[in-house]
């Protein structure tokens, strides 16, 4: 199903969305500053946030209906920048506002029409979703407006149902998604799916107003608060693969990639997340110093300085010098100065804050590179080879140096850096804050410490009771102490004895129920703060109260999983030492229910032959039927006895010691077998690596393996028919298909390029002369980029001596090709193919270069190839006459 939407720029977009809702009487209103007046949030986070008084009835509004494109920011997800195709700091949000006045049936009418006749995208191509309890929303997409039920979803309330908080106005909410692969039917739509589907609109329906109690009761006043993302709408319409290449933020990264000499269309792909990291946050910085926020240390000054910070870094890491950020702003604003006369304005204030910053921040890396210089003679005059972690975290925390850079320079200096002792110290201090943190009286910890000189540390039954009878000792909600809560809150519940393992060791924590008189609670997660267990869940039936008597008890079925997939690790950690090498030490862990992760520090990845031997010699030990001894042991005695310690972990001055006799010996907290027969089966899934010398084995055991070998046989069986061989045949069926498939796709190229060569030797008639040379521009339709190198070259040879010939095509949406053969007697008169080419794709959006006699370049903007041919000509007359 063929389909490419009308291209239009992000401005036009923004403009046709507020005169769209213009002309439906709608206010069209300013952004806000990205300084909110609401004192709950750092900045602007939202386009709904200017307007949060009029919704909590605060205010009244002056309008009944408003429109808004509203600057945000978010940094919660900032690793995420530049690695995903959608995550940014600085985005520009869409919003349609009604207060009290029009209500559901028209919001969703002007959604669909706006998608469908404005941006004209294609109805069979949209899907919606709706909140699993609103009917009402549910009957307009199907009878109002015509929208298949196979697409139209109902979703959860953590996905579809918007509150202000604990208490206040809320109500459901309806997504419209655009589908990019809609030839995979409409049977199973799985609209977390980011590959095929991109949420773009976003309508709230303001209906209820949430007392203490949880209680929903209809508002008097109904409000319509919605978004659209402008940069995902702007990637749907221009046909680009993510948020960072359309027309909002791809100049930045040009005008980066320009500064460093490089072609982002060539780059590797951690050097295009660097340009797309810059991209996206000079939008944001400049937007933050004209709304005036200054760098700082604390609070909003501090998320300007980190941003700007990880623009100078990255623009260090891809072989940027010196100061380069004032020029990446200046296209910032002139991208965005017409929709905000204020970034212009504030130009001079904008460009002297990032220099200062900028100047700094380069001073700082300075003096980490001095530093750095100091380590590396000292690792070398020791010998060694490897730079600690360490000293690298040190330079990254207390010089600001990143480890990325000193990676580089110590490989330039034949050194490795011990990135998993640089996780360590990271972790030390992540561990820092987090006790910084918990000071903070709203937290869970902050009511346990209130409540420490009341209760008693929780006696944990666990190891070998199942099910309990325990006091209520502390109900919290939302992190606060209460005396009782009633069913369908969601609580955080300590109790004076407990048999749920609480998350630690890598072990994720128990499920299971708490009941008692007239009351049941389901617990889903179980943490350790200080002394207490916090069983986390939700109150299902009845009212709880402090001081009830409950039997507590676990799902055995997960805890049994989670025991075959502990112990399934220790086997695993033993089997490495045996067979790979005797120095592996773990990294890290997670033992979940249906599955184990282990990373381990290895400088290699395992061949597939010790894949193999290991999971046989983890299986093997399974089928001897070990038996498990626990003990509990001075510390000193456990390690001389050749306990192996678990990464991270505390240990005190007495440690439980997990013992399967002359297999594995390990410290650990965790619950295991009783014997090794109880995993039952042990398979892995996966080997990678996740960091410089540290390898991931993902693995699964037990009843888990019954879901795996599922979905396996169902794969096989599925390819099976589909290719109607036998299973043990699919390997050869499948080798003969891609044999297959390489021969043709040899004879598909071949007949494009016998196709260019028949189409290009028509052009021959079109030959000028111009003096003593011979000059041919013209344009091939649907011709790629190999088949047109091929049909230039081959002109450039027939018209001989003095000829240049420049081609260009549009071998698919948005891709220009271009191609540009000079014989000798040209470049001597001082056109340079490469050159030539690359000034010329300019015009078309793009760039590229290559030798004197022969290079190729590309473009993104088609409309504009006519007019760069034109010029291509006009420049070859003028060098040649």
């Not at 500064?259 to 340009?275: C, F, H, Q, R």
């Not at 999983?561 to 090498?581: E, F, S, Y």
């Not at 290559?850 to 760069?868: H, I, M, T, V, W």
Request: aromatic share 8%.
């Amino acid at each position: 199903m063929s389909f490419h939407p009308q291209y239009l720029g992000g401005n036009e977009i923004r403009t046709l969305f507020l005169d769209f809702y213009s002309q439906r009487g709608h206010q069209i209103l300013p952004s806000a500053s990205l300084v909110p007046e609401d004192p709950t949030v750092l900045l602007t986070i939202a386009g709904m946030l200017p307007f949060k008084p009029i919704f909590l009835g605060q205010r009244t509004p002056e309008f009944k209906r408003a429109t808004t494109s509203q600057k945000c920011i978010r940094t919660n997800d900032i690793e995420n920048v530049g690695r995903t195709k959608r995550h940014q700091t600085f985005f520009e949000m869409l919003g349609n506002f009604s207060f009290g006045d029009y209500f559901k049936e028209q919001a969703i009418a002007w959604g669909w029409e706006i998608s469908t006749t404005v941006f004209k995208l294609p109805p069979e191509r949209l899907v919606v979703s709706v909140f699993q309890e609103d009917d009402e929303a549910y009957a307009i997409w199907r009878d109002k407006i015509g929208v298949s039920q196979k697409r139209i979803k109902r979703m959860g309330a953590d996905d579809n149902f918007w509150a202000s908080g604990p208490t206040g106005p809320c109500g459901p909410c309806s997504e419209i998604y655009y589908d990019f692969h809609p030839e995979q039917g409409d049977d199973n739509i799985d609209l977390e799916d980011d590959t095929r589907f991109i949420e773009f609109y976003n309508l709230v329906f303001m209906q209820y107003n949430r007392d203490a109690e949880g209680n929903l009761t209809p508002l008097a006043n109904k409000n319509i608060d919605t978004g659209m993302g402008l940069e995902r709408m702007a990637q749907i319409l221009q046909s680009v693969p993510n948020n960072y290449e359309t027309d909002l933020i791809f100049p930045i990264i040009k005008k980066a990639a320009e500064i460093a000499g490089i072609d982002y269309t060539e780059s590797s792909e951690k050097t295009k997340v660097s340009l797309k990291v810059i991209g996206d946050h000079v939008r944001a910085v400049v937007h933050m110093i004209a709304d005036e926020i200054r760098a700082s240390n604390v609070g909003r000054g501090y998320v300007l300085r980190r941003l700007i910070r990880r623009v100078v870094r990255h623009g260090r890491l891809i072989g940027i010098q010196g100061e380069f950020t004032t020029q990446v702003a200046e296209v910032a604003i002139s991208l965005a100065e017409d929709a905000y006369p204020n970034l212009r304005q504030r130009e001079n204030n904008i460009k002297a804050e990032l220099q200062r910053e900028e100047s700094r921040f380069l001073q700082t890396l300075e003096r980490g590179e001095k530093l750095l210089e100091e380590i590396i003679a000292k690792v070398k005059q020791q010998g060694k080879n490897q730079i600690s972690g360490e000293d690298a975290f040190t330079l990254f925390d207390t010089y600001g140096f990143p480890l990325e850079l000193t990676q580089e320079i110590a490989e330039e200096n034949n050194l490795t850096v011990d990135v998993a002792g640089f996780d360590v110290e990271m972790e030390k201090q992540r561990q820092r804050a987090r006790e910084a943190h918990e000071t903070i009286d709203l937290t869970v910890q902050g009511s346990l410490d209130k409540l420490a000189e009341h209760i008693h540390a929780t006696e944990f039954l666990g190891y070998t009771e199942p099910t309990t009878t325990a006091k209520v000792e502390a109900i919290l909600v939302n992190g606060i102490a209460e005396e009782e809560a009633e069913a369908g809150t969601d609580v955080q519940i300590v109790l004076d004895k407990t048999p749920f393992y609480a998350e630690s060791g890598g072990q994720i924590g128990d499920k299971g129920y708490l009941s008692g008189e007239g009351v049941v609670v389901t617990i889903n997660d179980v943490k350790k703060e200080s002394d207490f267990y916090v069983h986390f869940g939700r109150i299902e039936r009845g009212t709880l109260r402090v001081g009830d008597a409950v039997s507590a008890q676990i799902d055995r079925a997960c805890r049994r999983r989670a025991q075959a997939n502990h112990t399934a690790t220790h086997l695993l950690q033993a089997a490495l030492k045996k067979i790979v090498d005797d120095t592996i030490s773990q990294a890290g862990s997670l033992v979940d229910f249906d599955r184990l992760r282990f990373d381990f520090n290895c400088p290699r990845a395992l061949t597939a032959e010790e894949i193999q031997q290991v999971e046989e010699q983890v299986n093997t030990w399974i089928a001897e039927a070990h038996s498990a001894k626990v003990a509990i042991l001075p510390i000193a005695e456990a390690k001389a006895k050749g306990a192996i310690a678990m990464f991270g972990e505390k240990y005190g001055d007495e440690v439980r010691v997990i013992d399967f006799p002359g297999v594995s010996m390990e410290l650990c907290g965790g619950t295991h077998v009783s014997n090794t027969a109880e995993v039952g089966v042990f398979k892995i899934i996966s080997e990678a690596g996740v960091a410089s010398g540290v390898r991931r084995i993902e693995a699964v055991s037990g009843p888990a393996i019954l879901d795996y070998l599922h979905v396996r046989d169902t794969v096989v069986k599925d390819l099976s028919d589909r290719f109607k061989v036998k299973p043990e045949e699919l390997p050869e069926r499948i080798t003969t298909l891609q044999n297959e498939l390489r021969t043709s796709q040899k004879e598909l190229e071949n007949l494009k390029s016998q196709l260019a060569i028949a189409k290009s030797d028509q052009l021959l008639q079109t030959v000028e002369a111009v003096g003593d040379y011979k000059i041919l521009v013209a344009q091939l339709e649907d011709v790629d980029a190999e088949s047109l190198k091929t049909a230039a070259e081959r002109l450039q040879q027939k018209l001989g001596v003095g000829a240049a010939v420049v081609l260009g095509s549009v071998p698919e949406v948005g891709k220009v090709s271009l191609v540009a053969a000079f014989s000798p007697e040209v470049n001597k008169k001082g056109l340079q193919a490469g050159k030539f080419i690359g000034a010329i794709a300019k015009i078309c959006g793009g760039g590229g270069g290559g030798r004197p006699n022969l290079a190729q370049a590309g473009g993104r903007d088609a409309s504009k190839l006519p007019e760069a041919l034109e010029k291509a000509k006009a420049e070859l007359i003028a060098g040649l006459s």
